[in-house]
């Protein structure tokens, strides 16, 4: 059984397409070094900071994506996720940081890196210039994808690793319901708009093509983050 | 003393400059005959049902906001507003519809009138094609007037009034914090971003008349609700 | 034989659904009085003081399909009608209000009515909103309709008609051409995205009801020109 | 004298600011090769090729840069703008790679790098976040700086350089009447919306940093270009 079953059809179809980019991000050294602790901590410290600039301009996408909504239901889904993202991911982000010393002015200077910024101005326009269901293909891979390294790090990580609580985030029944949540809401708004054999839908390799390049943009988002500042 | 005052000194200014429209809105027949119970049910009805449909696409631009944001402060802000409006308001709003026999799935098929159709596009299109505070000055007419109306009623209607319930919501302690919390947002916004001399610097003609405008879509609004079904 | 076959399908198909309402805009009372010569002069230089600015807006909303494009033909087309509305049709159009006495800087100070307002924010937020389709379907109405009134007028107005340069325009060759260029773009855009048998694809409902919302719209805009300043 | 005085005082402000990373830019490795005639073929054609996806987005930008134009004099001279980019520089491009033995259908087929996909979609969605000022600026690195380097590679390259056409082109009299109307567009909507005083104005700071980013995601672009496919 595909750990990721419960994230629901669109998000496993885009996937399974995929499967050599999506290991290339879900298992990337990054991640191995979270798994097993041994992530230099100025990394870690990096990272955050890095991570704390793109939670913005992701939270922005999220807005986005709740303008671009066709009925209140998908309204109320995203608006709940932004809402979730803004007023708890950010804030527990910084609280994070303080923790480790890096104050939330510091935070607010962090200069983005290139591989930070091309990822989320390639979301935010894909969702300018196309429509919801673009712009929410977009989003999928940072969502589920931190979701699916969760599952995976919580069976194979010590409870002495020194990023538990880390993994402990993305592993939560809660940070799992969001990723089912946000599944339910891909499948119902690609049936609704490209029909239930969505695959066959003209418009579907473009989904998948913004698909691909999203994942590719998190596999440099590692890749940015193993690079000392 | 202006009951309006706590709304903020960027508000209280735009609408200083335009007195006479800001009458016609804020004491339009409609809102004579709310305050009396003097309305025509049916002509009530079809309000609620009207601004059902206005309601979800004034929380897109709300949302628009979000994505137009230039600091935490101001997503966070906006994004609350955004998360009351969909996950509270509108949810009021359809049981207060329901109390009154229109089910959702009636709401949901509603025709959108002329009128109610160039206000809220007016506003997207204000938010998609100018910036954050373009967008923030379009959405003021509609939450501080009617902050201003509640405050008005109160004081004048019985409360055997048939829509007493209409001027409590708008009379309440909470929406009249959120009247004070988005005047704190306006009034920051605003001199963040034009100086703390604002009305001279040369962009601030064009909100004055994004203002306006947005002011006689109101007006216009309440117009149409007039007009039977 | 139907005079707007050469429009291609897509326009076709989408016209024949709701023909009720485009003989309500194509056959109105305000083109009746353009066709027969009766129309008050004062309405008609009112009707191209408003649609001055409505033709900004609109020219607007062509420069935003160039933004959406997804293909270089595509930019092509798109680019090349905004530019000949830009520097040819709105310049032409200052030129004949020059004629009729009335100044650029008048032009400039027209204050946009409602109805004016409602059509073109509409199409510029169907835009925003949605993709590249959604917004070339909001534009069609108007691109098409003028094409068959010109040829509608033509065939039935005399020489000496006050009005006769006015149905010329819309009659004549270059903007036949122009309506079987746009038909063609509108007819590639379908099907690349919804595909040969794009009326059963599960978005073209949505592009049925755009197309009759900028229908009503049009109308709208007829019913305001027939109305003294 | 400096040669970009013609570019109008705005830019030649903002590039003051940043004489470091302009330099870096205009003066990049890759422009050497360029100017003394040393680049490797192979990276020049993969640079054709990169710039032909470049030239799609950033026309698509100069596109939204109508759309979101105050006035009938700033969509004249962007849409004539991006006119000249889609119908003229597109096709030269097309017709230059061809003659090094790309085929259109190649060029179509490029896959878009990091760097250059980070370019385009940050200046696209600082036009969609922001205003029409925000994205002129954002377009302007891009621009003048071509135009500077055409000048600067002009006098000491010599006429057997094999790149010389590529200069001439930045180096014609054309180009550079294109950056001096773009450069007096800069100047008439900055100071129609910051006043004379422009460089006192709170919004400054953003237009400087925005200035700043586009300059330095030129040098990357650069940087990309000198390493083979």
Redesign the interface.
């Known amino acids: 059984m595909i750990k990721t079953d419960k994230y629901g059809i669109v998000f496993n179809k885009l996937k399974s397409n995929i499967l050599e980019e999506w290991n290339l991000y879900t298992k990337h050294k990054f991640v191995q070094k979270i798994s097993d602790g041994s992530l230099d901590k100025k990394l870690y410290l990096k990272y955050l900071k890095q991570d704390y600039v793109f939670l ?1 301009h992701f ?3 999220w ?8 009925s ?1 239901n998908e ?2 889904i ?3 996720t ?2 979730a993202l ?2 708890e991911e ?1 804030q527990l982000h910084i609280k994070t940081c303080k923790a480790e010393g890096i104050t939330e002015e510091q935070l ?1 200077k962090t200069e983005e890196e ?2 930070n ?2 990822y989320t ?2 979301v ?2 894909a969702g ?4 919801f269901l ?1 712009l929410l293909v977009a989003l999928s891979p940072c969502v589920f994808g931190y979701g699916e390294i969760g599952l995976n790090l919580k069976s194979i990580s010590k409870s002495d690793n020194p990023y538990i609580s880390w993994i402990d985030t993305y592993n939560s029944k809660e940070y799992q319901e969001v990723c089912m949540n946000i599944g339910s809401l891909l499948d119902e708004a690609t ?5 239930k054999d969505f695959v066959n ?3 579907w390799p ?1 989904l998948e093509k913004t698909f691909l ?1 999203a994942t ?2 998190e596999i ?1 988002f590692w890749e940015m983050s193993l690079k000392p500042e």
Chains 1, 2, 3, 4 share one sequence.
């Open positions: 913005i939270s922005r996408a807005a986005l994506l709740v303008a671009k909504s066709k209140v309204m109320r995203a608006s709940a932004l809402d803004v007023n950010i607010f290139l591989n910024l091309a101005r390639y935010l326009e300018y210039s196309g429509d673009d049936q609704d708009r490209l029909g839908n003209t418009l473009k390049i590719k943009l440099d």
